[in-house]
């Protein structure tokens, strides 16, 4: 890999310095002087344009004024070896200060480097480099100056060489100030730093050894063109370009090092300053301006350290204010955050976290107290039908009411649409007085977005006891919860050990159904559907029941439920849907039998269950129209994406043949306007509507009527359901009812007894079904 121009610019250049300070130490006349400059300033000028032109430095007015000074140096040469070379000697004086003049704008384009740029980095820098150069000019005074200069007269004479060393001074304390407050990792700050403190010694060895001969010393001579040199390296280093990224430690060699010469500076500049003016003293050789140097670079000195000091002081209270702001924020911060985990940002009631902190200091206080769960009723219906932003409106509404009628104790969101209230100090009456009232209040509308929305709530009431964990305690809490759901809603129950062993019954029944499948514990039982007309079998519905070995057979109320809670109705719901498949296939086939199985909303929320279906139809070989598909009105009246994705399911299903009847009509809904629209074929009257034995039940009779005239005026057949007594029969028989079924014609009984009644109502015009 080659190297860039850059490097070899710079590796060039070294070399070419490197030769110009070998050839300063044969020079021996002034024409040879002359010309080494002359090439040691145009090596200069050359590596800074060469710079500029390769890293375009945004501070190139800084590099543009070193190249000015380098070449007024250059115009002082060329006026030195061919304007006068016979007035050397006769007018030095002069000729320095053509020289003298390149020393104000080198020092003003090394002023103008840039540093970090931190506010009051200039002064800063300015201040220590200043110090730094007085410290300097003291040492420099005692050692050179004074045993040069050593009488008044010497002095007047030779006043105008100690310009461009004092000057030199100046140059040195900006050198160090980019050192000080730049990174020390910037090669190319290093080297005009270097090159200021080149500057210094040369001119200070040509004003203490080669003025009085009239030619510059080797030093001098070496120095200058060191100078140069180091300039010419610095201008084509890749650093010129930038001040380099602080390391990511922190630790800064360069102000480190400067530090030390700092701190160095600031207590040697007073005691180099006692030691002079006493060495004076001693040797009788103190005269007025062996005391006013010193002391006048003591006092500036001082009062340069003093301003130091108070910008290290405003320094510090700015950064003790700012960390204390800092720290303010930072608490303020944390607070904001904590209440934001410990809050639910909808509402701004507390949350669980809080709720459960609470909880540990009322039960370790030993005071009375109870904890009310509560839940709102049909919320999930809200989502549904008016979509979750309303539903969140609603939650905001309800939890306000809440915190209206709690005023002193706790109300808190656990999830979605469950609160909590923490009722300290109350006795057994007094909680249920305030869960009553929570009841009452909740029945009331709410107001929301135009809508006025009942929210009522179940409550779960749990008193407090001593020694119990909280989360023992909120579990309780749920199982009461759990249970005024499944009394009806809208109401309260306190908790009770009953409670707790009815919900570990459950759990227990969950899990023995969950391999119920595997170890064929269900069974499917059939019961007939009779057609009215002639009494005749025309199918049977399937339903399902569960027979574990050695044990009574479980009702279906008692893990139906908990199937369709815990999920398990969707694979029983499956296995039901084949088993009746199958058996059924084969009475089709012989005389026409039709299959209804009853679909769970759990189920329907699945999005493959048409495609279960017409897999079940196809393993069986039972066609289409033979099978009814039995559901809830709450799966097609409820708005919302579960309730298109049934209907989807259930219109795809039709269009293959498949029929569908609405079980329990007319006792969830009061509106009929989806028996017109929605994807149903059958109604089966609940056997809430039927006629009970004994007097004649003249408003039973017209509520039979009018479902059957509906569903007659919307050509959809009618099947009655709980059917008990001849009585039953004639009037259904009588207002135009399709067919029944009820223990009147029979029981569900199992497959093989099944099969029996459909071959006797098969070969009899008036089958003997089943107990009448």
């Known amino acids: 890999m080659g190297k860039t121009p850059g490097a070899v610019s710079r590796w060039a250049c070294v070399a070419v310095a490197a030769m110009l300070v070998a050839l300063a130490f044969q020079v021996t006349t002034l024409s040879a002087l002359a010309g080494l400059m002359l090439a040691s300033a145009v090596l200069v000028m050359g590596s800074i344009v060469a710079g500029i032109r390769m890293y375009r430095p945004w501070f190139a007015r800084a590099w543009w004024l070193i190249l000015l000074s380098v070449g007024l140096a250059l115009a002082g040469n060329i006026i030195w070896a061919t304007v006068l070379p016979s007035a050397v000697t006769s007018n030095a004086a002069a000729i320095n200060i053509i020289y003298g003049v390149t020393y104000p704008i080198l020092c003003f384009a090394v002023a103008l480097l840039p540093n970090h740029g931190r506010p009051g980095a200039m002064r800063i820098g300015m201040i220590e480099g200043a110090i730094i150069a007085c410290g300097t000019a003291v040492v420099w005074w005692m050692l050179f100056v004074d045993p040069t200069l050593a009488d008044v007269g010497a002095l007047d004479t030779h006043a105008y060489l100690l310009v461009e060393p004092f000057l030199d001074l100046v140059l040195l304390g900006l050198g160090v100030r980019l050192l000080l407050l730049s990174d020390s990792r910037s090669v190319s700050y290093w080297l005009v730093g270097a090159s200021c403190a080149a500057r210094l010694a040369a001119d200070t060895a040509y004003l203490a050894y080669g003025s009085q001969a009239g030619f510059p010393t080797v030093v001098s001579i070496a120095g200058w063109v060191i100078c140069n040199g180091l300039i010419a390296v610095a201008a084509l280093h890749p650093s010129m370009d930038r001040t380099v990224a602080l390391p990511e430690d922190g630790v800064n060699v360069g102000r480190h090092v400067a530090n030390r010469i700092y701190s160095g500076t600031v207590v040697a500049t007073p005691v180099l300053t006692g030691a002079f003016l006493l060495h004076e003293g001693v040797t009788n050789q103190l005269s007025s301006i062996d005391v006013v140097v010193p002391c006048l670079a003591t006092a500036v000195t001082s009062a340069l350290v003093v301003q130091r000091m108070r910008q290290l002081t405003r320094t510090a209270a700015r950064r003790a204010a700012d960390l204390e702001a800092a720290l303010h924020k930072e608490a303020e911060l944390r607070q904001e955050l904590r209440f934001r985990s410990e809050h639910d940002p909808l509402t701004g009631l507390p949350g669980r976290s809080v709720l459960y902190d609470r909880l540990t200091h009322a039960l370790g206080s030993g005071r009375p107290g109870a904890l009310l ?371 009147y014609y029979s029981r569900p009984v199992p497959a093989p007894d099944a099969a029996v009644l459909i071959l006797q109502s098969a070969g009899a015009g008036s089958p003997q079904l089943g107990s009448r």
């Open 373 to 743: 769960l509560l839940d709102l009723d049909g919320f999930k219906d809200v989502n549904d039908r008016f979509g979750h932003a309303l539903g969140d409106d609603l939650l905001v509404q309800a939890a306000a009411r809440l915190r209206i009628l709690i005023e002193k104790d706790l109300v808190a969101r656990l999830h979605s649409d469950e609160f909590a209230v923490l009722l300290g100090d109350a006795t057994a009456i007094d909680a249920r007085s305030a869960a009553d009232q929570v009841l009452s209040a909740m029945r009331r509308p709410l107001p929301v977005q135009g809508h006025e929305l009942f929210a009522t709530v179940s409550v779960g009431l749990r008193e407090l006891e001593v020694g119990m964990m909280p989360a023992d305690l909120v579990q309780d809490a749920y199982v009461a919860l759990h249970a005024a759901k499944e009394a009806g809603r809208d109401q309260v129950v306190l908790f009770d050990q009953q409670l707790r062993e009815k919900r570990l019954e459950a759990a227990r029944t969950v899990e023995r159904l969950r391999g119920a499948i595997e170890r064929d514990e269900l069974l499917v039982h059939y019961q007939p559907l009779v057609r009215l007309a002639d009494e005749r079998i025309t199918g049977v519905e399937a339903l399902i029941r569960w027979q574990p070995p050695g044990e009574r057979m479980v009702p279906p109320d008692r893990f139906i439920g908990l199937a369709e809670d815990s999920g398990l109705i969707v694979p029983i719901g499956a296995w039901v849907l084949r088993e009746a498949c199958r058996v059924v296939a084969g009475w089709h086939r012989e005389h026409g039998t039709v299959v209804s199985v009853n679909v769970s909303p759990r189920q329907l929320r699945e999005p493959d269950f048409g495609v279960t279906v017409l897999d079940a139809l196809r393993e069986s070989g039972l066609p289409a129209a033979a099978l009814i598909l039995e559901i809830t009105e709450g799966v097609l009246v409820d708005a919302g994406t579960v309730t298109e994705q049934a209907i989807g399911h259930l219109s795809m299903l039709r269009a293959h043949g498949v029929r569908v009847a609405v079980d329990d009509f007319g006792t969830g809904y009061s509106s009929l306007a989806y028996l017109r629209d929605l994807p149903i074929d059958n109604l089966k009257i609940d056997k809430a509507f039927m006629p009970a034995p004994g007097p004649p039940d003249q408003a039973a009779r017209t509520l039979v009527k009018a479902i059957i005239d509906l569903a007659s005026g919307l050509s959809l057949s009618t099947i009655a359901e709980g059917v008990e007594t001849a009585e039953q029969v004639a009037l259904l028989r009588e207002l135009g009812c399709d067919r029944a079924q009820g223990y």
